[in-house]
Nanobody, 125 residues
């Protein structure tokens, strides 16, 4: 059974930083063969793409609103993907989800095969 477990969320003041982690287990193929993505859902809004990092580590993409502030990385030895979030703003408040995509890389959530339960990030002004 596949498990993606996010951690690292919490309450932070505007301008602060958080580092999210997502640990994967039970994947059919090795973790290093999956593109890993981060998505978020703010209250009253639809879930949106934040960032992905391809299985090879050579392809990455960020949504415009987080470029220059967020960094996605992965440690294949630990089956973990990270999202370093700096200069956080109240509009970054959301539940953050990680997801795994076996067949390619995309900012389309429908392409992702597995999802975590999410971790809450709250940024106060």
């Amino acid at each position: 059974q596949v498990h993606l477990v996010e951690s690292g969320g919490g309450l932070v003041q505007a301008g602060g930083s958080l580092r999210l982690a997502c640990a994967a287990s039970g994947l059919t193929f090795t973790f290093s063969s999956y593109t890993m993505g981060w998505f978020r859902q703010a209250p009253g809004k639809e879930r949106e793409f934040v960032a992905f990092l391809s299985w090879s580590g050579t392809a990455t993409r960020y949504t415009d609103s987080v470029k220059g502030r967020f960094t996605i990385s992965r440690d294949n030895a630990k089956n973990t993907v990270y999202l370093q979030m700096n200069s956080l703003q109240p509009e970054d408040t959301a539940v953050y989800y990680c997801a795994a995509d076996r067949l390619g890389y995309s900012d389309n959530e429908e392409k992702y095969d597995y999802w975590g339960q999410g971790t809450q990030v709250t940024v106060s002004s």
